[in-house]
């Protein structure tokens, strides 16, 4: 069974930073490319980062790029995001998900979110 | 503003069939034959309905199905249920290597 399982989400002051993982298992991590999606309060989904199968090759949208830093290890199954310079607008629900075989930017498999708060 | 253009809300009764549409907005949109749907519960994890405009995942009902013409992708739902109501979103890539959500669709069923 594939299971997503996001952790590290909290409370951070504006300008601060967090670091996201998110443990996989269930199928071979190294072989599929991963993503984070997030979720503002009320609002819909918003793509925010994306890595190739074998890390080399990293995607972000504009809103993130160059604060966010997305990495992998296929040693330990493991999926981050480095957060920095965080702002208000960054609060969201932050999904890890599972890129379809040969796809980056469809994903069959969600965990369940980790919730962010930026904050004073 | 999204490249992605759905219906705010579409609403349904038990038995009928209900269509949103996911226009492209933006003519810079590379990945409109790699249109992925998801359904998501309140409080959930969205999930994978349809992915590459029409193919539907194991496991998925055979009452979703998905279709494109010209610059529209449509998520069909038939023989609706309660259990359908839901949000839905469609997603895509841009040719920039960035993926696009729409703005997603609140589905009221009756």
């Known amino acids: 069974e594939v299971q997503l399982v996001e952790s590290g989400g909290g409370l951070v002051q504006p300008g601060g930073s967090l670091r996201l993982s998110c443990a996989a298992s269930?199928?071979?991590?190294?072989?599929?490319?991963m993503s984070w999606v997030r979720q503002a309060p009320g609002k819909g989904l918003e793509w925010v980062s994306a890595?190739?199968?074998?890390?080399?090759?990293?995607f972000y949208a504009d809103s993130v790029k160059g604060r966010f830093t997305i990495s992998r290890d296929n040693s330990k199954n493991t999926l981050s995001l480095q957060m920095n310079s965080l702002r208000a607008d960054d609060t969201a629900i932050y999904y890890c998900a599972k890129g379809i075989a040969g796809r980056t930017f469809s994903f069959d498999y969600w965990g369940q979110g980790t919730l962010i708060t930026v904050a004073s | 503003q999204s490249a992605l253009t759905q219906p705010a809300s579409v609403s349904g009764s038990p038995g009928q069939s209900i269509t949103i549409s996911c226009t492209r907005t933006s003519s810079d949109i590379g990945g409109y034959n790699y249109v992925s749907w998801y359904q998501q519960h309140p409080g959930k994890a969205p999930k994978l309905m349809i992915y590459?405009?029409?193919n539907r995942p194991s496991g998925v009902s055979n009452r979703f199905s998905g279709s494109k013409s010209g610059n529209t992708a449509s998520l069909t739902i038939s023989g609706l249920q309660a259990e359908d109501e839901a949000d839905y979103y469609c997603?895509?890539?841009?040719?920039?290597?960035?993926?696009?959500f729409g703005g997603g669709t609140k589905l009221t069923v009756l």
């Open positions: 590459d405009v029409s």
């Open positions: 890595i190739n199968d074998d890390g080399d090759s990293t």
């Open positions: 997603s895509s890539f841009e040719s920039t290597s960035t993926g696009v």
């Open positions: 269930g199928f071979p991590f190294r072989n599929y490319a």
